[in-house]
Structure formats: structure tokens, C-alpha cells
């Protein structure tokens, strides 16, 4: 399907919202994404219909149930290069309500991007790793064999190299700069949950960090995230903090 038939399913606000919603990288049923659009679960069922037809969801069924994912990390790429370039014209919608504005905050600060680390969290996250030298950007970025190493002290082992890269940049829609995807971000955002590290809010996309995990990313990586929330996009005015390294 071409860029114009994407644009086309994208362009539904029902659509685009279940394509947000996904980004968790979790399975939803059809019901979930309903609830989460605030539309009839028919009418929820016709939309997944059509993103599953253009290629942009999956789907599997298990009992009675029917799930439906982001079909790959190449859709959950263009998903949040869309959100990105929707923040950055001012055409996202406004925040309106209290409680609104915690969501906001709590996604800009730390949240999965399909299956790795994204908001204020990824970003600083990818910025400590180049600090430390496990990453270098001389020819595209790539883990560096330091870096490989770390990530076996911590237990992290990544998988055979295959068609995904094992470290890309993923534009950030909320920072406007880039955090780590790839084979080695996705193990890495498996690992903070799988240890503790990081874990869900309630049934979203936001995650926050543990006092276990504060512990951990300042001893692993001297990433210091004690007052770093306070100063995270959508909280206020200020420009977001960089990370500290040792």
C-alpha cells in the first residue's frame, strides 16, 4: 500500500487513535480499542478492518477474542514520525482537563515506543549510552563492542542479527530528538521492565521509573533521574534537562 493510502487510514481520528494506543506494543482486543476511542465496539471493528487490509495492524484470534498489534516495528516507526511531526506544527490536540494534563506529562517523561524506551527517559537513556561509550554515531549509530559488553554484565543478550537493525534512531515526538529501536533497544526496554526497573501505568503507554530503577540507570549508566520528571516537556516551559554522566 502506498503513502498516500496510509495517509488516507491515518487520517481518521478513531484510526489514528487506535495506532497511538498500539504503541504500547501490547495485543488489544477489539472491545479495549473501542473503550479507548470512546466509540461502538461495531464501529471499532470496521476501523481495525481497514488497518489490518492496509497493513498497517495485525491481528490474531484466540477463543472468541480478537487481538490486534502494530504489524512491525517499521509501523510503529511511521506511527511515531507522524506524532512527531504533528508536535512539532502545534496541530496536537489540546489539553483541556486536570487529568489530561498527568497523562500528558507522565507520556512525555517515560513511555514505551512499541517495544522500547521512548520520552524524556529514552532520550536521556540514549544520550548516557554515548556518553559512556557503548554507542557511537562515526558511521550511522551502532553499539560499540563496549557496549555489547555492558549490556552482557547487566544479563542482556541480543539475538542473531536478522532483517531488524540492532540499533536505530527513532524520532522522538515529544523530545524532537532521537532514542534507541532496534533489536538492542528492545532487549534493553525488556530488561528495565523484567528487572524492575521501569513499570506500566495503569493500562497505557507511560511508565515511570522505580526507586529500584533510579538506583540502577544512576549505577549503570550515571544517569542521575531524581528531579529529571519535574523539568519534563509538558510539565512546564522549561527546556528539558540532559542527563548526567559520570
Not at 498500539?22 to 473503550?35: F, I, K, M, Q, S
Not at 532483517?163 to 533489536?183: N, Q, Y
Not at 532487549?187 to 538506583?215: E, L, Y
Amino acid at each position: 500500500m502506498g503513502l498516500a493510502a496510509w495517509a488516507g487510514l491515518l487520517a481518521d481520528r478513531t484510526r489514528a487513535s487506535f495506532c497511538l494506543a498500539l504503541l504500547d506494543g501490547r495485543a488489544w482486543t477489539v472491545g479495549e480499542l473501542a473503550r479507548h476511542a470512546g466509540v461502538a465496539v461495531s464501529t471499532a471493528s470496521e476501523h481495525a478492518d481497514r488497518l489490518v487490509a492496509g497493513g498497517l495492524l495485525a491481528q490474531r484470534r484466540q477463543g472468541r477474542h480478537r487481538y490486534l498489534q502494530l504489524a512491525g516495528p517499521s509501523v510503529a516507526a511511521l506511527i511515531e514520525s507522524v506524532a512527531a511531526a504533528q508536535t512539532s506544527t502545534g496541530t496536537g490536540t489540546p489539553v483541556t482537563t486536570l487529568a489530561a494534563a498527568h497523562r500528558r506529562r507522565n507520556v512525555a517523561f517515560a513511555r514505551t515506543c512499541y517495544d522500547h524506551l521512548a520520552g524524556y527517559l529514552g532520550v536521556a537513556l540514549a544520550d548516557a549510552m554515548g556518553g559512556n561509550g557503548f554507542v557511537t554515531r562515526t558511521h550511522g549509530i551502532a553499539l560499540t563492542s563496549r557496549g555489547v559488553a555492558w549490556l552482557g554484565s547487566i544479563g542482556v543478550f541480543l539475538e542473531k542479527p536478522g532483517r531488524r537493525p540492532v540499533l536505530r534512531e527513532c524520532l522522538d515526538w515529544t523530545e524532537r530528538r532521537s532514542h534507541l529501536a532496534g533489536t538492542a533497544g528492545a532487549a534493553i526496554c525488556r530488561h528495565a521492565f523484567d528487572a524492575g526497573w521501569v513499570v506500566r501505568i495503569g493500562s497505557g503507554r507511560a511508565v515511570k521509573v522505580t526507586p529500584m530503577g533510579v538506583r540502577a540507570f544512576e549505577d549503570q549508566l550515571g544517569l542521575v533521574i531524581g528531579s529529571a520528571e519535574r523539568d519534563a516537556p509538558g510539565a512546564a516551559p522549561a527546556t528539558p534537562a540532559g542527563a548526567r554522566h559520570r
